[in-house]
């Protein structure tokens, strides 16, 4: 047995000094961060993988935010593959469905149809969807009196430029450019017409910072998985349905089994972006790290659902852990980010969190209440509420056994709930409105904390971050004191 020297500290037992600096604006400061060694985001920020905080819903807002979305793991792999599809649909460089016109038509119907939907052109097609030709209003325009149908005005199919579905916006600019284009088609290998791609929708995906997309303009979208065999099927089933990071996420994740699994994730899928957890030490990041994975996940035991330390005696407090991790990292030589996950109840924690060598943080309880998690708010006590439940709650459990039973009987995990030792709690938080606002205030804050830092980005800071310990008394002084809130 040993003790450790030194004490364990979390968020509330520190505070940043604030140090001379040269900010001069709040929108003069990056707040971008590496989320895998190659994926960065506009905002630090992942919403958790709880069936309680993450589908399809708010994975979409949290990319539209900048930041990025991990769907819980508790439903069928087949459940799991439609959330992510929902997701890189919600938005991209391609119109999926856009408007068409028959050969044969009137050109009165193709105006008619333009008018109608406010569009410049359409895609002609035969009744197979097969990309016959393009008309656009200048052709209809220009056309002489007695040109009656779309076949006799449109650019034939043998003078248009088509692109395959996974297209990406360099290339499309390059083709709209090189050719002079305004609109291309997209078909897919037997011909048939998929999409479109316009130049002004290159230039909104160029454009539509932060959101946190793809080369194909598509929102990023991770996606949780367990141990095991057929988890790694899950995986491969995520990947094919265009997930961008695979979060390989159990209670315990230093432990052979979790180290193994990223062994056979790495090698099984080597341009897969693997994060990998929890873990609350210096060896228990490197492991994973040296197992392949691309960033680590670190927290054990400080969400605000969580009763593990409770029942297992087992933890560090989530500023040392994050420190430890980033340091055990560091001293091994590997780049490998980290996210500190749980426990963050303010923009103060987030600053905190980063400031100690965290490089991106997740959230789940303070999500839970927004209108895109899932579940209905209720009416308690006159207040509307919505509910949070800890991945390891009773609750959860009797969910996921439910849930296993409707889809794959050789679940591995399967437990007997009535043995279940719950590590979680139920529980509800206030009802919060849209993701974006929180993530506005939690940006803003984020911000004005790099400013009192002196520190134009986030590695900025954890250079130069000061922390110093204080009392109760200080803990106290810190938040409203003598007086009463309205
Ligand atoms: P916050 O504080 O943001 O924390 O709500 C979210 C994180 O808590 C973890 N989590 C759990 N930990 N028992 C635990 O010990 C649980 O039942 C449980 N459910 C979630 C998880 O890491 C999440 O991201």
Known sequence: MIVRPGKGLTFDDV?????????????DVDVSSFLTSKLRLAVPILSANMDTVTEWRMAVSMARAGGIGVLHRFMTVEQQVRQVAKVKR???LMVENPYTVAADAAIAEARELMDQHDVGGLIVVDDNMRLVGLITRR???LAPDNIQTVMQAMTPADHIVSVGPSVTSA????LLYEHRLEKLPVVDRDGAVVGLITSRDVVRVERRSPASVDERG????????????????????LLEAGADVLVLDIAHGH?????????????NFPEAQIVAGNVATAEGARDLAEAG????????????ICTTRIVTGFGVPQLTAIMDATRGLREAGLPTPVIADGGIKSSGDLVKALAAGASTVMIGSMFAGCDEAPGAPVIRDGQKVKVVRGMASLGAAIGRRSAERDGDESAEEQE???????????????????????????VGGLRSGLSYGGAHCIEELQRTAEFIEITSAGVRESRSHDVHRI
């Open 255 to 267: 432990a052979d089994h979790c180290i193994e699994m990223v062994q056979t994730l790495r090698r």
């Open 171 to 174: 290339e499309a600019r390059a």
């Open 293 to 304: 994975a691309d960033a680590i996940k670190v927290g054990i035991g400080p969400g605000s």
């Open 15 to 27: 505070l940043l000094a604030p140090r001379r600096s040269s900010v001069r604006s709040r929108s």
């Open 416 to 442: 007997d709930w009535d043995k279940v030792v719950p590590e979680g709690v139920e529980a509800v938080v206030p009802y919060r409105g849209e993701v974006a606002e929180i993530l506005h205030q939690l």
């Open 90 to 92: 919600a938005q991209g």
């Open 139 to 141: 052709d209809i325009l």
């Open 218 to 237: 598509r929102l990023l979208v991770g996606a949780a998985i367990g141990v095991g065999a057929r988890e790694v099927k899950r995986a491969e089933a």
